[in-house]
């Protein structure tokens, strides 16, 4: 199982994470994110990555054509798709796609198979991301949970229904291992990797 972490906007946060046992970072280019990050600052970051290290631009509703500049400038190597982008918006960007789709009790599983990429599910909000609030994880249908990147309200408390039940491809979070939205709290860090090794190695 892969980990995320998302809302990057400090190299010593960035670092520490990877340090940690972070697989991948992500960075919020949506400007009405308390995480936006400008992409000269995430390019910067990314530049002093350790190989291996995937980066993630998370977008929502953006011009499709400043994506893929912004990908290409920052050398990303996803872009992570927040908000209500569909099939003919994904067909213009030119690198690996992660569609999020934000998860409520009348989310209509039907659409999934319509997408080919890599799919995240993170919880129904009206700021689109980062609440750090969970969805009903029951309620993602079994034929799909290995393959999905689960998200929202994830934390070290979570780690167990995470493992032995739900078990996805990976996890992306953010606001439980935040001191304040933007900056990391490096024990929560710590103790949030120390736990996953406890669950998953
Ligand atoms: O973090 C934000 O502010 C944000 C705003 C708009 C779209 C996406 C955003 N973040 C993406 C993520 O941090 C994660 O993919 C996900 O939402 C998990 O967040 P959290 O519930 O805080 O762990």
Wanted: with cysteine; aromatic share 10%.
């Amino acid at each position: 199982m892969k980990v995320k972490i998302c809302g990057i906007t400090n190299i010593e946060d960035a670092l520490y994470a990877v340090e940690c046992g972070a697989d991948a970072l992500g960075f919020v280019f949506y400007k009405n994110s308390k995480r936006y990050i400008k992409p000269e600052k995430a390019k910067e970051i990314i530049s002093h990555l350790p190989p291996f290290v995937f980066s993630v631009g998370v977008f929502v509703n953006e011009n499709p054509e400043k994506v893929n500049m912004i990908a290409s400038e920052t050398k990303l190597n996803a872009v992570q798709l927040h908000g209500d982008e569909d099939l003919t918006y994904l067909a213009k960007i030119n690198y690996p796609i992660i569609k999020a789709f934000g998860v409520n009790e009348n989310f209509d599983w039907n659409v999934l198979s319509k997408y080919e990429c890599n799919i995240l599910l993170d919880t129904y909000s009206n700021n689109y991301g980062g609440s750090g609030e969970k969805f009903d994880w029951n309620l993602i249908p079994n034929e799909i949970r290995n393959r999905i990147i689960l998200s929202g309200g994830i934390d070290v408390n979570s780690l167990s229904m995470i493992v032995n039940e739900i078990k996805p491809a990976a996890i992306d979070l953010s606001s439980s291992l935040e001191q304040m939205p933007g900056k990391k709290d490096h024990n929560k860090i710590k103790i949030f990797f120390e736990e996953f090794k406890n669950h998953w190695r």
